[in-house]
């Protein structure tokens, strides 16, 4: 009898899906960047562009006539990205380059060849990304959440921002998520050290990005330089790589899951939309503001990492 009534539930579940399968996905789709902007003549930089959400972004802002620079740690998967690009867009104007955000001195190795080779940037996007790693430091010794998520896009940010400067207006956009409103910064031990949460590690790096964010903002007024954070959704891609249950999970539920390309779209926003020419500081979901949590909203807090970040880089940034 049970075991009745659970398959005909099951079923009834399944004709419920089936029938609102459209809806669900309209609903999980969220938010479009419904701006038309051109950016003919702009350079754009965009950090894990050879998958995912960095991917999509990188074909949405080539279509608009930017010239894209995908920087991936991986340039062979990178190329192959790119040739899936020029396969969409036959103009496309897109380029590879080496970048491991988890080694700063590749992080300053791409830098001093940018700097040489491109003289304009008008859009940063900082896009790469890594969750759930099983416990590992970078090159330099940090926390691989910490080090890639955060530190290696602030050592980036740094290197280029007067490059960014000179290209103004500019814009940067730090790919945050909501797992944010979960993290604290743990100054005490910044580097899981002591104890180790491969989920608290993530959502401490993603706050990382909403601090550095509002912090780079305030830095930055009267500079024409905007710099804004993005939740991208829930998104159906590579980024649960390191954990078979959210793996399976993404899979089961991925009607659920915004794809790639509608996981862009608040990237796509934030970098063209002619509303935000002078918002700054702000953080965006579905292409719409975003509630930032109480810890991502403390000037203190965003202060003192800047500040510890800046000692662990060995840099000066004022
Ligand atoms: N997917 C979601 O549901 C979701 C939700 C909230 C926020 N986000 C954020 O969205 C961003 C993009 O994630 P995604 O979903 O598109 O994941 P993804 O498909 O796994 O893409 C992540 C990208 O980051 C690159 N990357 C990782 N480590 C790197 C390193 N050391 N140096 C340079 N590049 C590195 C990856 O390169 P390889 O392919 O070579 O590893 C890949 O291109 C991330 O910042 C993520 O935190 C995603």
New binding site residues.
Partial sequence: MFLLLLIAGLGLVTLLLLLFAPHIRTYAAGGVCKSTARLDGKTVLI??????????TALDLAKRGARVIM????VE??EE?AASIRAAHAEAQVEVRE?????TC?IQAFAQKFLREVNQLHVLI??????LCPYTK?IDGFE?HM???HL?HFLLTYLLIGLLKRSAPARIVV?????HNFGWIRFHDLHSQGSYNSGLA?CQ??LA?VLFTRELARRLKGTNVTVNS????????????HSTIMTIL?MVFSMF??T?RE?AQT?VYCAVAEELHSVSGQHFSDCSPAFVAPQGRSEATARRLWDVSCQLLGIDWN
């Fill in positions: 950090t894990g562009a050879n998958t995912g959400i960095g991917k999509e920087a991936c740690r991986d998967k990178g990205a970048l491991d955000l988890a080694d590749s900082s896009n790469a990304g890594v969750m970078t691989m080090g890639v998520n290696g790919v945050s998520s909501l797992a993530y790096s993603k990005n993005v939740h991208p959704g829930t998104v159906n891609s590579d980024l649960t790589r993404f899951l915004k790639p996981g990237s």
